[in-house]
């Protein structure tokens, strides 16, 4: 597997990571736990390095799962975790609360749940309005200071949260929904990470799965699956946004790759400093996407790409207006 390092920070993590939330949330009831930890382990003997949970995934489960999973493996991986909820049991619902002294609780749980003497990089899941953001970027320095956090990390920041918050403590890296299908970041985000010197880290590089190409107007989804009320995936959104998967098989044909593969190998070509984290429960997927990092797309291939995505319109939100509103503008 490729090491690509994020941004000038010099933290070294495996091209292609891997979001672990799916496993305990949000696509369906949680995965069986001996199931999850065996894919786990198996991304380590395949090379990846880099993996992304929450405290607020499955109210502090997943957490625990990859800290199990992972704990063979100190010092051989990179784990990221996020704090910004006021509630985990409750979820994202119950609002936002970065306040100093909540940051340092949840860091404090998050060792223990993770086995870990100090987290590799630690995010802010959701900006707090209500939290002046050098207070939250000088709370992280304090634990990095003490030794229990290395890196500092924003999440669905804006441009001009990241330049206040690194002005306080250097900002390792960027984590933002970024995809064929979901290109914002390229505005404002990606250029404020190149001045910087900070990694992106891109969630949802598959379009929560729709970019995989085994998603149509008549899939249906478990009752828990909160896709049910993304307006991306409405019936009708799906069947229109299918242009976008078409478009993709065209070129896995020809490089004898999958649409997944090829969505991966597209961000991966856009900066050197990116490293995406697609998130499965399956060997066989978690082997699909680390293919993705040996393929090579030619100048010619990304012009092609380009040029017909810039056709296609994408039709539907991203996220129902209620998840929308905790975006930072």
């Excluded at 990179?78 to 860091?107: M, N, W, Y």
Aim: charged share 30%; aromatic share 6%.
């Amino acid at each position: 597997m490729q090491k690509r390092k994020l941004g000038r920070s010099g933290l070294e993590v495996s091209a292609i990571g891997f979001g672990a939330m799916g496993m305990s949330q949000s696509y369906g009831p949680a995965g069986p736990r001996d199931e999850m930890i065996r894919v786990l382990r198996a991304a380590v003997e395949r090379g990846v390095t880099f993996f992304d949970t929450a405290e607020v995934y499955g109210a502090g489960h997943n957490e625990e799962l990859v800290g199990e999973s992972l704990a063979p493996f100190k010092g051989r991986v990179v784990i990221a975790t996020k704090f910004g909820f006021k509630d985990p049991a409750a979820g994202p619902g119950a609002g936002l609360d970065s306040r100093p002294e909540h940051i340092r609780q949840v860091a404090e749980a998050s060792l223990k749940r993770l086995r870990v003497d100090a987290i590799d990089l630690l995010y802010q899941h959701r900006v707090d309005p209500a939290v002046p953001i050098e207070d939250v970027a000088g709370a992280v320095k304090d634990l990095i200071k003490e030794g229990k956090v290395k890196h500092f990390g924003l999440s669905e920041a804006s441009a001009k949260t990241i330049r206040r918050a690194n002005a306080v403590q250097p900002v390792t890296a960027v984590q933002s929904e970024y995809s064929l299908w979901w290109r914002e970041p390229e505005k404002e985000i990606l250029p404020i990470c190149e001045e910087l010197g900070i990694g992106f880290v891109p969630f949802s590089p598959l379009g929560k799965g729709f970019l995989t190409g085994k998603i149509d107007e008549t899939t249906t989804f478990d009752s828990s699956d909160f896709r049910n009320s993304i307006p991306r995936f409405t019936a009708e959104n799906r069947k229109s946004n299918q242009a976008v998967v078409e478009m993709l098989g065209r070129i896995a044909e020809r490089k004898r790759a999958t649409p997944a593969q090829i969505a991966l190998a597209w961000l991966l070509a856009q900066k050197p400093w990116i490293a995406p984290i697609p998130g499965t429960r399956k060997i066989e997927r978690l082997e699909e996407n680390i293919g993705a990092a040996s393929i090579e797309l030619t100048s010619t291939d990304l012009r092609e790409i380009e040029d017909a995505a810039s056709k296609i319109p994408v039709q539907g939100a991203r996220y129902p207006e209620s998840a929308e509103r905790m975006i930072d503008r």
